[in-house]
């Protein structure tokens, strides 16, 4: 609908350059998530370059920078230049008032170059910790399913490497919060003891890292920055099985920080003892320590963290509503999140208000999703819509960069996302072989290590994969 008010008034310079970077956006998402996130923001004015731009809720800036920051300062680097600013204000008429976690959402929002964090603390040599602030304990809802790892996670908060739990090692299934505890961990060290150096990675990450310093001869120093740290986060260690050369260099890395009382934090997918394929002397020292396990919250969690979520995005569900979608959604908090976020999503554009009806539209949506996401037909889809390629170019031998990008990333993500083997990913790509899908899955590693705005682009892809979410 046009209003004719707007229709008629001459085109200011901000809606002028708001439009050029809606077009510059257009063509690199697809058309739900364009309607969806982009559409409804409505430039209010340009100074010098920054351009202030209105949003319906603070919803709507969580999400768009946790999912599009990449996007958004691209187009603002594009469009605006290197010196572009983007700033927030949302619309206060525009929906409900919403008391965020404090400090996130205090002034309007700035991006122009958030990129990487860095260590908050000036006395320290600064490097990346790569904890994401967001994961607190004051945002981790206790619940049976939690309730040791969680106690072991304040004792270590509170004095890393001096409790017996060194190694914490957590393990369980997705979505079940051992990310977020585990960098939580991290949050509290930093914030409770400002002179320790923490540093949280996953073991991809650490992998990539340390081909990287093979190649660059560098791989001494590579060990001393690690056995360096006062606390050593790694996040899905499942996946240095079959790397026995990294294993090696980890091992090394921590028995040096054991035996110097430094605070070891590891998640897996698994218990240590199931890890098959990891060298046995990772896997006993892996027990040294404590293992945890976090299991699928049960009901009241459930409906504990929906409330407490709903609570940070300012909105107020029915109890009715909560139960529904607390029956219906029972084995992952990731997606209790994301049927939430989903609700919000449809409930802010339509201008309803969430209702029973829209909630179990919502779960239906979801549910079905979860069937289909397992596919590598899905993630396919999902990639190449993305990146603007036709599906069927990345199942013939076609060579041309987007293709092969397109098709390893969708490779890579099949590999990640589902319980395939390489022989079937390869077949479902043309009938590739293993092999090709293990170069495939090496080089997006390669090229995530250097690239942060691919890994970001990577992450959402994951994200929009595994929640249904555009
Ligand atoms: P995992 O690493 O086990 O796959 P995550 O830590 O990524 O799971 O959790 C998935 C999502 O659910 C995250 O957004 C996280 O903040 C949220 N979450 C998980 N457990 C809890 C909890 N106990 N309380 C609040 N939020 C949680
Ligand atoms: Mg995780």
Redesign the pocket.
């Known amino acids: 609908m046009k209003d004719p008010i707007i229709a008629e008034r001459v085109e200011t310079e901000h809606s002028k350059i708001w439009k050029q970077c809606l077009e510059f956006i257009k063509s690199n998402v697809p058309a739900l998530t364009y309607n969806t996130w982009f559409l409804p923001i409505k430039p209010i004015e340009l100074e010098n370059s920054t351009l202030k731009i209105k949003v319906p809720n603070n919803f709507f800036i969580e999400w768009i920078d946790e999912h599009y920051n990449t996007l958004i300062n691209r187009t603002i680097n594009q469009i605006l230049g290197t010196e572009g600013q983007l700033v927030y204000i949302v619309d206060d008429d525009g929906g409900p008032v919403l008391d965020n976690e404090p400090g996130l959402f205090d002034e309007p929002q700035k991006v122009s170059k958030p990129e990487v964090k860095t260590q908050n603390n000036n006395d320290e040599p600064e490097f990346e910790s790569y904890l994401n602030p ?2 607190k304990f004051e ?5 049976e ?2 309730q040791l790892a ?1 106690a072991a996670a304040y004792a270590i908060a509170d004095n890393p490497g001096e409790t017996s739990f060194n190694p914490f090692f957590i393990y ?12 939580a961990i991290g949050n509290k060290i930093m914030e409770k003891h400002p002179g320790k150096k923490v540093i949280y990675l996953s073991s991809e990450h650490f992998t990539v890292q340390f081909v990287d310093a093979i190649q660059n001869n560098t791989a001494n120093e590579f060990s001393s920055f690690y056995k360096n740290m006062d606390a050593l986060i790694i ?2 260690i499942q996946f240095l099985v079959g790397k026995e050369k990294t294993q090696d260099y980890f091992f090394h890395i921590f028995n040096t920080l054991h035996q110097s009382g430094k605070q070891i934090i590891l ?1 897996s ?1 698994k218990p240590p003892k199931d890890l098959k394929g990891l060298n046995e002397r990772l896997i006993s020292r892996f027990q040294w320590g404590l293992a945890a396990d ?1 299991q699928p ?1 049960d009901f009241e ?1 459930r409906i ?2 929906l409330k ?2 709903a609570k940070s995005f300012g909105i107020e569900l029915e109890n009715e509503i909560l139960e529904y979608i607390a029956v219906n959604i029972t084995s ?3 997606e ?2 994301g049927c939430l976020i989903k609700l919000l999503a449809s409930s802010s554009l339509s201008s309803k208000e969430i209702d029973l009806s829209l909630a179990k539209k919502t779960v239906k949506e979801i549910s079905t999703t979860r069937q289909i996401n397992i596919s590598i037909e899905y993630i396919t889809k999902i990639v190449c819509e993305h990146f603007g390629v036709e599906e069927n170019k990345v199942r013939e031998k076609n060579r041309k960069q987007e293709v092969v990008n397109s098709r390893q990333i969708a490779m890579y993500l099949s590999k990640q996302l589902t319980r395939s083997s390489l022989k079937t990913i390869g077949l479902h790509f043309g009938g590739r072989d293993h092999s090709t899908v293990i170069h495939a899955f090496n080089s997006v590693e390669n090229m995530i290590s250097s690239d942060i705005k691919l890994k970001d682009t990577i992450d959402s892809l994951k994200n929009k994969i595994e929640l249904g979410v555009a």
Request: proline fraction near 3%; hydrophobic fraction near 30%; charged fraction near 25%.
């Open positions: 967001r994961y945002n981790f809802i206790k619940g399913g939690n969680r369980g299934g997705v979505g079940l919060g051992k990310t977020h505890l585990i960098q996040d899905d998640s997918d976090v919250p969690t504990a963290i407490n979520k992952n908090i990731r209790l999140e």
